[in-house]
């Protein structure tokens, strides 16, 4: 009996085991194996081929800068003159601002005294951006009721403000209200300033109304308009009025860059620029020429 089972024994094992040459038997659930690299033999020595390599992604072309704006008042070209009273605001004047820088654009600001410590960093900003500051009392009281020695103490307590913050004083004065006297027309040392469209912002408070006010003036080349700084509907009516403005083919100028270009001349100190000076005053044959003309944007 045990002859018979080591007989079958020597038979099972000289039997070919079939499915694991070469490679292990895979099992299931198993993952199947990770390709090999592939070997070549090239005349006894074994090469392994490079992994295949992508092109290098070509750079990108950067854009070219763009020429910084420059600002040049063309004499030949129809203009008005912006300007803001009773500011500086701590919050609508740098809106101002922002929005006259994204349409290159300027005005002259008449400040208030008692508001320039507030905010003088918005007042150093519109300099620097080609604007002109003015002077609208140290207080807002009516000037045409001070005696004579008050409204020259008022006249010199703004000088003492600006200084204060590091500006020169101006030389531009608009009385509050628009109201004068012989004093204030003559007797402040300062070209006294006024203007010549009203858009009445400071009583409708309404964007609308202050847009038609100006568009609703037949021409507004050599105009003087006047608006405030403190009101949020007189910067939503700037946002219209800025493009429109340019649409229209006008050039922002300040009141100076006005009375030069337009008018021939530059503001005097003693003298009195009211509705009627401008209303008589055609543009002139003869402009002047500023040095500050061009101003780069910031």
Not at 36 to 65: C, F, M, N, R, Y
Not at 106 to 129: D, H, K, Q
Request: proline letters at 8%.
């Amino acid at each position: 009996m045990s002859r018979i089972f080591c007989l079958a024994l020597s038979l099972l094992l000289s039997l070919p085991i079939t499915g694991c040459e070469g490679q292990a038997a895979q099992l299931p659930g198993d993952a199947p194996a990770a390709e090999s690299t592939e070997i070549i033999s090239t005349g006894g020595k074994t090469e392994i081929p490079d992994p295949v390599q992508e092109a290098p992604a070509e750079p990108e072309e950067l854009p070219e800068p763009e020429e910084p704006y420059v600002r040049v008042i063309d004499p030949s070209k129809p203009m008005v003159a912006l300007t803001f009273d009773d500011g500086p605001d701590p919050v609508y004047t740098d809106q101002i601002l922002d929005l006259l820088e994204e349409n290159h654009a300027v005005a002259t600001f008449f400040e208030v005294g008692w508001n320039i410590y507030s905010c003088p960093e918005a007042l150093v900003r519109a300099t620097e951006m080609g604007c002109e500051l003015a002077s609208h009392s140290s207080g807002h009281k009516d000037l045409s009721k001070l005696r004579k020695s008050a409204l020259l103490e008022d006249i010199q307590t703004m000088d003492a403000i600006f200084a204060a913050v590091g500006l020169e004083a101006p030389l531009l004065l608009r009385p509050p209200y628009g109201a004068t006297n012989q004093n204030v027309k003559y007797g402040t040392d300062r070209a006294v300033i006024t203007w010549t469209v009203d858009t009445y912002d400071w009583q409708s408070r309404n964007a609308a109304s202050v847009v038609s006010s100006i568009q609703n003036v037949p021409s507004l080349d050599g105009e003087i308009v006047l608006m405030h700084s403190i009101y949020d509907s007189s910067v939503e009516a700037l946002e219209t009025i800025l493009p429109w403005l340019t649409e229209q083919g006008y050039q922002t100028v300040t009141i100076t860059e006005l009375m030069a270009y337009y008018y021939g001349e530059l503001p005097q100190p003693g003298q009195f620029y009211g509705y009627t000076y401008f209303s008589t005053h055609g543009r002139t044959d003869t402009p002047l020429s500023l040095e500050t003309e061009e101003v780069p944007a910031q």
